[in-house]
């Protein structure tokens, strides 16, 4: 066969592989359009329906017990409206839900929460009648119970979008994975054509250098997988089980992490509750009158379980906030009186611990939409770590500065510091410079997660043994 034919034979060869793979690239990509699509136009609106009526229920039970305590019409309007609009949301769900566990766990909110307003309209009823007491015993018993269970049902249907999310997921990365299989086997081939033993040698290098690839990106982004399966004893072989190893050790930890946190959801929170509440009832003399040794010993029991219940709440906190499913209330507001409502706050905590604590204002404008009680937050956070790591005799200093398109907010010390290897993680969940002072290692994580919530940026400058200054520019836009 001539040389010209056997060139021609061979590049039609290559362009009818390129041709078929091309073919199934258009396949593949229609499919990965589907899949995305699947996720942007219903997994996406129901967790966000989700997510909404679940943090709508929190508010529900305080308007309820505000109106069964103070009274007020309001209160009861305000939850009578609430619950319309969380009910409003569980019936949009249904146009979401796809799946058989989506719309039973749908259908047990949905039960739960009508169970919850007719409960609230017997105890509205009971209150006009008269009938406090009856009316707080429902609040105490079917009330609470009801509510959780609403909440309990919209994690699970929470739970139940976000594996239909992972499965669509972990099908695109499938496809994707085959689909850069074929192409590598089919320029292989075609390669193959020209120099066999070249094109078997490099075939083998790209597919595995690509499955190591697409397997890198799939634990970047969280999505676990099977370990890669090694057909060779060579280097690449080795990067392979070294890969599978890492893999493994990321997998267990990410479990290890997924557990803790539900077992201080569902282990830590609701008997610490039922503690605090025990203690709130013995200091209020149900039983009757406590001995003095008896009043020290609840006392001792209120306060730890205070301290176990916001440590509780600061990891949900910023569980919460790392999964990006904390929603800002933003308001109007004035950002310089709330830093000095918060300045206020943690003031008893600087005179006890012999620390002057000041505040400076630069500028006059300090109007700013935001999250007031996230806001909030952040500066007592701010603050408090402040004089918790300042000598006594030191100063503290919030200092709110107008910059133009940004307001600038300043939290400085004259305390110990913050180590240099330590600096840049400062702000890295379960991170602590000074591990021996204690703490958690969460305040400057959620601190940082409110503020990239509300868009800004926060920074931290220290030098040992001279003081830290913490800065956080909030954009107005």
Same mark, same amino acid.
């Given at each position: 066969?001539?040389?010209?034919?056997? $060139?021609?034979?061979t +590049?039609?060869l290559?362009?009818i592989v390129?041709?078929?793979?091309g073919?199934?690239s258009?396949?593949?990509?229609? %499919?990965?359009?589907?899949?995305n699509r699947e996720i942007?136009?219903?997994?996406?609106?129901a967790?966000r329906?989700?997510? +909404?009526?679940r943090?709508?229920?929190?508010? &529900?039970v305080?308007?309820e017990? %505000?109106a069964?305590v103070?009274?007020?019409?309001?209160?009861?309007t305000?939850?009578? =409206?609430r619950?319309?609009?969380?009910?409003?949301?569980?019936?949009?769900?249904?146009?979401y839900?796809?799946?058989?566990? =989506?719309?039973?766990?749908?259908?047990?909110?949905s039960?739960?929460l009508e169970?919850?307003?007719?409960?609230?309209?017997?105890? #509205?009823a009971?209150?006009?009648?008269?009938e406090?007491?009856?009316?707080?015993?429902?609040?105490?018993t079917?009330?609470r119970g009801?509510a959780?269970?609403? /909440?309990?049902?919209?994690?699970?249907?929470?739970a139940?979008?976000h594996?239909?999310v992972?499965?669509? #997921?972990a099908?695109?990365?499938?496809?994707?994975?085959?689909?850069?299989?074929?192409?590598?086997?089919?320029?292989?081939?075609a390669?193959?054509?020209?120099l066999?033993?070249t094109?078997a040698?490099? /075939?083998?290098m790209?597919?595995?250098l690509?499955? &190591?690839?697409?397997?890198t990106?799939?634990v970047?982004a969280?999505?676990?997988r099977e370990?890669?399966a090694?057909e060779?004893?060579d280097e690449?072989?080795?990067?392979a089980?070294?890969f599978?190893?890492?893999?493994?050790? &990321?997998?267990?930890?990410?479990?290890t992490?997924?557990?803790?946190?539900?077992?201080v +959801?569902?282990?830590?929170?609701?008997?610490?509750? +039922?503690?605090r509440?025990?203690v709130?009832?013995?200091?209020?003399?149900?039983?009757g009158?406590l001995?003095e040794?008896?009043?020290?010993?609840?006392? $001792?029991i209120?306060?730890?379980s205070?301290?176990?219940?916001?440590?509780?709440? #600061?990891?949900?906190?910023m569980?919460?906030?790392?999964?990006?499913?904390?929603?800002?209330?933003r308001?109007?507001l004035?950002?310089?009186?709330?830093?000095?409502?918060?300045v206020?706050?943690?003031?008893p905590?600087?005179?006890e611990?012999?620390i002057?604590?000041e505040?400076?204002?630069?500028?006059?404008?300090?109007?700013?939409?935001?999250?007031?009680?996230?806001l909030? /937050?952040?500066?007592?956070?701010?603050?408090?770590?402040?004089i918790?790591?300042?000598?006594?005799?030191?100063?503290?200093?919030?200092?709110? $500065?107008?910059?133009?398109p940004?307001i600038?907010?300043?939290?400085?010390?004259?305390g110990?510091?913050i180590?240099?290897?330590?600096?840049?993680h400062?702000?890295?969940p379960?991170?602590?410079?000074?591990?021996?002072?204690?703490g958690?290692?969460?305040?400057?994580?959620?601190?940082?997660g409110?503020?990239?919530?509300h868009?800004g940026?926060v920074?931290?400058?220290?030098? =040992?043994?001279?003081?830290?200054?913490?800065?956080?520019?909030?954009?107005?836009?």
């Amino acid at each position: 066969m001539r040389l010209g034919s056997k $060139i021609f034979l061979t +590049s039609a060869l290559v362009i009818i592989v390129l041709a078929g793979v091309g073919g199934l690239s258009l396949l593949a990509v229609d %499919r990965l359009v589907s899949v995305n699509r699947e996720i942007t136009t219903r997994a996406v609106p129901a967790l966000r329906l989700t997510a +909404s009526a679940r943090e709508a229920m929190s508010p &529900l039970v305080w308007l309820e017990a %505000r109106a069964a305590v103070l009274g007020d019409p309001r209160y009861v309007t305000a939850w009578t =409206e609430r619950a319309a609009r969380v009910s409003q949301d569980l019936v949009r769900l249904t146009e979401y839900t796809h799946s058989h566990w =989506e719309a039973l766990h749908l259908r047990e909110a949905s039960v739960a929460l009508e169970g919850y307003r007719r409960v609230v309209a017997e105890e #509205q009823a009971l209150l006009r009648r008269g009938e406090r007491a009856r009316a707080l015993r429902l609040i105490d018993t079917d009330a609470r119970g009801l509510a959780e269970e609403v /909440q309990e049902s919209l994690d699970a249907l929470m739970a139940a979008t976000h594996t239909q999310v992972l499965a669509a #997921q972990a099908e695109a990365a499938r496809l994707e994975v085959r689909t850069w299989t074929a192409v590598l086997i089919a320029l292989g081939a075609a390669v193959g054509l020209a120099l066999l033993a070249t094109a078997a040698v490099a /075939q083998r290098m790209t597919r595995s250098l690509a499955l &190591l690839s697409s397997a890198t990106a799939e634990v970047a982004a969280g999505a676990f997988r099977e370990p890669i399966a090694i057909e060779s004893r060579d280097e690449i072989g080795a990067l392979a089980r070294s890969f599978n190893s890492m893999a493994s050790q &990321l997998h267990q930890m990410e479990e290890t992490k997924r557990e803790f946190f539900a077992t201080v +959801s569902h282990e830590l929170r609701s008997p610490l509750t +039922s503690i605090r509440g025990a203690v709130d009832l013995l200091h209020d003399g149900a039983p009757g009158t406590l001995t003095e040794r008896q009043q020290r010993l609840t006392d $001792i029991i209120g306060q730890s379980s205070e301290r176990l219940l916001g440590l509780v709440n #600061q990891i949900l906190e910023m569980s919460r906030l790392r999964a990006g499913l904390v929603e800002l209330d933003r308001h109007p507001l004035d950002l310089a009186w709330l830093v000095d409502r918060a300045v206020e706050e943690i003031h008893p905590q600087a005179e006890e611990a012999g620390i002057t604590l000041e505040r400076e204002r630069f500028g006059s404008h300090f109007a700013y939409l935001g999250d007031e009680a996230r806001l909030h /937050q952040l500066v007592v956070n701010l603050g408090a770590n402040a004089i918790r790591f300042t000598p006594r005799g030191g100063r503290v200093v919030v200092r709110v $500065i107008d910059v133009g398109p940004e307001i600038e907010l300043q939290v400085e010390d004259t305390g110990v510091g913050i180590p240099a290897d330590a600096l840049p993680h400062i702000f890295d969940p379960y991170r602590q410079a000074h591990r021996e002072r204690g703490g958690t290692g969460l305040g400057l994580a959620i601190v940082s997660g409110i503020v990239a919530a509300h868009g800004g940026r926060v920074t931290a400058e220290s030098r =040992e043994g001279k003081g830290s200054r913490f800065t956080v520019l909030l954009p107005r836009a």
